[in-house]
């Protein structure tokens, strides 16, 4: 390949509206980024209209790995670990080196069980976490888990904080990183009895470089980004909050003036570049979640994340 170029593994039949959308994300994406080449992984037929869009002179930047399985949005995890569906020939692909990351908009525990039986974890990490960026008012937030595990514990929310603040300092460029754990409440004490939990773990827990743990944080910090640039939590609250912050940007009009951040989520913990996309997602989504995909490619933020981590991560997620 060229000096540049991405390959993206995407999985043709992963959202409610697939494969119509993804087609369209497709398409949208390889017009905006003229160094992108695209793995369709899917029915033939539909990877065909992909290409038959496209300028002759672009078709050869698509290639095509024909899979029919189908994991559907209600389907048990587990499915996504069956070789004949979409969401793990995508993922094999990445693990194989056919292609630099894998982006889908299907169900997230079939993506992540596709990712894990694929790619593998990172060591330490049992549990890996999704990242969302925030268009907050004062700079770009990383809410995570936003549904990579929806249990709630200490010492996975320890993992998340890690996560978070490598985060964001490789892919959002914060010099030092201000990491709050998401609480009723910013006094001490507040919230639930898993929250009272990690409150003192994260404070003594060392997040690298020169990420520091501001304390816990409420839901309105994550829209002004005025007290922490990441904010952990567990993967139910965080999948709750991050779709109701879209609903009230959506009624408000859009995000803040230059916050436009991707509707898609990054996953930490597996030994690859993964993107998830809203299930609901629109064509604009899916080439949003492509062009993230890309980028954390090109800057190798993968690579980097694990291994700011290697020798900080002691407890099991």
């Not at 300028?55 to 930047?61: G, I, L, T």
């Not at 994550?222 to 952990?232: F, L, N, Q, T």
Request: hydrophobic share 45%; glycine share 14%; with cysteine.
């Amino acid at each position: 390949m060229e000096p540049g170029a991405v390959r993206i593994a995407v999985d043709l039949l992963g959202g409610d509206e697939a494969p119509a959308v993804v087609v369209d994300g497709a398409l949208r994406a390889l017009t905006a980024d003229p160094d992108l080449r695209l793995l369709l992984v899917g029915p033939a037929p539909v990877a065909g209209e992909v290409i038959g869009a496209l300028p002759p002179a672009d078709r050869d930047r698509v290639s095509v790995r024909p899979l029919w399985g189908h994991v559907g949005m209600a389907d048990p995890p587990q499915r996504g670990g069956r070789s004949d569906t979409t969401v793990r020939g995508a993922a094999l692909a990445v693990a194989e080196g056919a292609a630099d990351a894998l982006v889908s908009a299907g169900a997230t525990g079939a993506i992540v069980t596709a990712a894990v039986l694929s790619l593998g974890r990172w060591p330490g990490i049992r549990r890996p976490a999704l990242v969302a960026t925030i268009p907050a008012i004062a700079g770009p937030v990383a809410l995570l888990d936003v549904g990579g595990s929806l249990e709630a514990r200490p010492v996975t929310l320890a993992g998340h904080a890690l996560l978070g603040a490598a985060y964001a300092g490789i892919v959002h460029d914060v010099a030092r990183p201000r990491v709050g754990l998401l609480s009723v409440g910013t006094e001490t004490g507040k919230g639930d009895r898993v929250r009272r939990t990690t409150d003192p773990m994260l404070a003594d827990l060392k997040l690298g470089g020169d990420a520091h743990y501001v304390g816990l944080v409420e839901g309105y910090d994550i829209s002004s980004g005025e007290r922490a640039d990441v904010v952990v939590t567990d993967g139910f609250t965080g999948n709750t909050l991050l779709k109701g912050i879209e609903g009230a940007y959506a009624m408000a009009g859009g995000p803040p003036p230059g916050g436009a951040a991707p509707r898609a989520a990054a996953l930490l913990g597996v030994a690859g570049t993964v993107v998830v996309c809203h299930g609901g997602a629109t064509g604009d989504d899916i080439a949003s979640g492509l062009a993230l995909a890309a980028n954390l490619h090109r800057i190798n933020a993968i690579t980097r994340i694990a291994t700011a981590l290697a020798d900080l991560i002691e407890v099991t997620t």
